[in-house]
């Protein structure tokens, strides 16, 4: 279920470094068009915010203007509250956000001298507006989460919210499956791994002796894409970002023109070079290579579970006892092979919750049957391993009732409290708050009237 409108427009916060330098030559004239409290909103706010919003595709129900301006209101309220509330941000809390959001315009854009000349501003001023622009967002959430406060509802409260609802307004449940998975994930060959640490140890020793450069080998042969477009470099980081393994050794090191020996981790074989280091945080590049499972060793599992399949629909054994004593899984062989659901702490998934290569199979299934053997693609190491499934529920699409889809049902009311909450508290403020717009501002029609007083 959407929430509506929860945080109201936090993403005008970042507007001003998601507007390209190509955008930002044709503003006009700057002036202050609205004051709230004692914070302006600039006119230059509004246009660099509508711009961006259109380069993402959005809709407004009202003049843009407008829209984007209550928006920006509102987020003054916000901080003008904050303030008086003493609501503070920590530097590491910023910090954090701040290097996760810079490598993440880096990896879409393609390096940090792209971004310079994306926005058409120096690296150091990119970064500047970027930590004050979360600094805000952050502590416009903590004051929406300290007005909303703990909200708690009961199945009655739930059950009463639902009787009066119109049927043309009762949320809509997509079809959801339970699926139950044996694995057999197959052994790598020795000989496989040593001849990824062999040609690991050739890089390394070709970029100690200045024949090839780390960041070219990184971009040639790594199999972490998304850092081999950058040359490996991951950015930088606090030491809880990596793997244990990885942090070990990663921040162990000291010279940025040596390399280390190379690390085993759940994703494969790495080696790394250092580029910076400030006070906690390094940045460093890293070239992953992953041992292959052989055809052969692939065949060999599929043909195994096709014969656990057969043997289970011959009623033999269970699917639940075979998950239980042969599966690989460690996620779901303690719980009978049922497939968990990590963003609802549930068994039920929707279909496009699924992983790929198991929705594309269970679609077409019937309850309680049981597939052929397949190849699963592991979406955080990109290993692979071999598959059976059985589905073993199918609730179909329904208007949600408060029997099956109480959880649901009482996030909705949840969210709807939420918004109530919000909504009367900036009604409330907008009375105590010294509010000036401007002529052109004040022939708008907004959501909160109070701001023409």
């Known amino acids: 279920m959407k929430r509506k409108n929860v945080w109201i427009g936090l993403c005008l916060l970042m507007c001003t470094l998601c507007t390209p330098r190509t955008w930002a030559q044709n503003n006009v004239i700057d002036e202050v068009v609205w004051v709230v409290g004692d914070e302006p909103i600039l006119k230059s706010d509004i246009e660099e915010a509508k711009m961006n919003a259109q380069y993402e595709g959005r809709k407004f129900d009202r003049d843009p203007n407008c829209e984007i301006a209550e928006e920006l209101a509102i987020q003054k309220l916000y901080l003008n509250q904050a303030k008086l509330d003493s609501i503070e941000v ?76 119109p049927q043309d307004s009762v949320p809509y449940v997509p079809t959801r499956v339970e699926v139950e998975i044996i694995a057999n994930k197959p052994k790598i060959p020795q ?61 162990n090191l000291r010279d940025p023109k040596k390399v280390s020996k190379i690390v085993k981790t759940e994703f494969g074989y790495h080696i790394i070079q250092l580029i910076e280091r400030r006070g906690d945080r390094i940045n460093c590049r890293h070239i992953l290579l992953r041992p292959k499972v052989p055809a052969d060793r692939i065949t060999e599992a599929t043909q195994r579970l096709d014969s656990i399949a057969g043997e289970i ?32 702490n549930t068994s039920k998934f929707e279909m496009q919750e699924l992983p790929q290569e198991i929705a594309s199979v269970v679609k077409d299934m019937k309850v309680n049957e049981i597939s052929d053997a397949f190849v699963r693609k592991n979406q955080r190491d990109g290993s692979e391993d071999v598959v059976i499934v059985k589905l073993k529920s199918r609730i179909k699409g329904h208007k949600a009732v408060i029997t099956e889809d109480y959880q649901r049902l009482k996030a909705v009311v949840e969210d709807k409290l939420r918004d109530e909450a919000l909504d009367k508290w900036i009604r409330e403020k907008q009375k105590k708050t010294y509010i000036r717009i401007n002529e052109n501002g004040k022939k708008c029609a907004f959501k909160y009237p109070g701001w023409i007083k």
């Open 90 to 165: 920590k530097d590491h809390e910023v910090l954090v956000r701040l290097d996760a959001m810079t490598n993440r315009y880096i990896q879409m854009i393609g390096s940090k001298e792209k971004m310079v000349e994306y926005f058409g501003k120096p690296w150091s001023q990119i970064r500047a507006e970027m930590r004050e622009n979360i600094r805000n967002s952050i502590i416009v959430q903590r004051m929406q989460q300290k007005i909303i406060g703990d909200i708690k509802v009961t199945p009655a409260e739930v059950r009463r919210y639902f009787e009066k609802l």
């Open 191 to 251: 000989a496989e791994i040593d001849a990824v640490k062999e040609r690991l140890r050739d890089f390394s020793d070709r970029i100690t002796k200045g024949e090839s450069d780390f960041s070219t080998l990184a971009l040639l042969y790594s199999e972490d894409k998304g850092s081999a477009a950058r040359g490996g470099e991951l950015g930088f980081s606090s030491r809880e970002k990596f793997v244990p393994a990885f942090s070990q050794v990663a921040f």
């Open 313 to 344: 629909r011959a009623d033999k054994f269970t699917f639940e006892k075979a998950a239980m004593f042969l599966s690989s899984d460690e996620a779901t062989r303690n719980n009978n092979g049922l497939l968990p659901n990590p963003r609802t």
